[in-house]
């Protein structure tokens, strides 16, 4: 685990390299953020690594996809049609990482160790609750909805239709529907910097009611049969 996280805190430094170079705007996102507040780093068996971004700066990054270093493999459905999700990711070409779900599979898509780059939407407070809706809605049909391309498209233009720079709450994207964020835009900006592995990574301005929309008693870890990890095969060159 610790070749692992110390692979996805390369990709991430690369990352964040890019980001300040074009002024782009990112945070810590879910678990990340998570051990960065409770652990100051990973949690100890946490084997992914998340950052959201705003919708602007997310679109900006697809543009600036070619200046990241060759070892890193910028994937979403453009430049891998056969995976899966539809938001991006960013790949280590030199290692792989299986899935348990991916087991005695024939997968067609890149499989390096990996961070998640998730899109977050700005809408209106008065759609919040529609928004919401919709969007635990998809969740509760994700599997059906996301494995047909067409249908997962169809839903994620209707969800990031209610995207607007003018609003006052942050949610996730159409393309992240099942990571769920539902916060006030003033709980994440301004954002301020967090330790996370002897480095310094933007996180939101109030990462405690932040974490605690997420997961509640987020201070408390879970029991030891409950801290299970992704993968099911994991190799470092």
């Not at 600036?64 to 459905?77: A, C, S, T, V």
């Not at 990574?201 to 405690?208: H, K, L, Q, T």
């Amino acid at each position: 685990m610790k070749d692992f996280q110390k692979r996805m805190l390369e990709i991430l430094i690369e990352f964040d390299k890019l980001a300040k170079k074009h002024n782009l705007t990112y945070w810590l996102d879910h678990g990340t953020l998570l051990g960065a507040v409770r652990h100051k780093g990973f949690i100890s068996w946490d084997d992914d690594l998340d950052i959201s971004m705003p919708r602007e700066d997310y679109e900006k990054l697809k543009i600036l996809k070619n200046e990241l270093p060759g070892w890193i493999f910028f994937q979403n459905k453009n430049t891998d049609k056969n995976v899966p999700v539809h938001y991006i990711k960013l790949r280590d070409t030199n290692s792989i990482y299986i899935d348990k779900w991916e087991r005695n599979k024939n997968i067609k898509y890149h499989q390096g160790i990996f961070i998640d780059i998730f899109p977050i939407n700005c809408i209106n407070k008065k759609y919040a609750k529609i928004y919401k809706f919709l969007i635990n809605f998809a969740k509760f049909f994700s599997n059906r909805i996301l494995r047909i391309d067409f249908l997962a498209n169809i839903f994620i233009k209707i969800l990031n239709s209610f995207h607007t720079k003018k609003g006052n709450f942050y949610v996730s994207g159409g393309e992240c529907m099942h990571y769920v964020i539902h916060v006030p835009k003033e709980i994440v900006f301004p954002l301020k910097e967090i330790e996370f592995e002897g480095r310094f990574f933007p996180a939101p301005n109030n990462p405690d009611k932040y974490l605690k929309s997420i997961f509640g008693d987020y201070m408390k870890p879970p029991p030891k049969e409950k801290r299970k990890i992704h993968a099911y095969k994991i190799e470092v060159r």
